[in-house]
Nanobody
């Protein structure tokens, strides 16, 4: 099975930056999308950003121009660089990989991001 291990969450002040990392391991096909969701207490899960195996990216309107998603293809690692953080960015951030041909989505454990002064 595919495993995803996340790191980088924590407490940061408004206006600060944080970088999340997530590395997938196991048998992973080349046609895939990696990305990040977030969910705050009492809120619906929100798709934050995605990146395909050929580098196409997509961002939620709430984070565009502040967050940058990137990949290390050799390491099957996805990053989320979060800049100009706001309190409303506070949430549990979860990474995933979706393998197109297998129709299989795998999730990381989630990491807490708290933006507060």
């Amino acid at each position: 099975q595919v495993q995803l291990v996340e790191s980088g969450g924590g407490l940061v002040q408004p206006g600060g930056s944080l970088r999340l990392s997530c590395t997938a391991s196991g048998s992973i096909s080349g046609f895939n999308t990696m990305g990040w969701h977030r969910q705050a207490p009492g809120k619906l899960r929100e798709l934050v950003a995605t990146i395909t195996n050929n580098g196409r990216t997509n961002y939620a309107d709430s984070v565009k121009d502040r967050f940058i998603i990137s990949r290390d293809y050799a390491q099957n690692t996805v990053y989320l660089q979060m800049n100009s953080l706001k309190p409303e960015d506070t949430a549990v951030y979860s990474c995933y990989i979706y393998q197109n041909l297998k129709r299989l989505q795998s999730w990381g454990q989630g990491t807490q991001v708290t933006v507060s002064s």
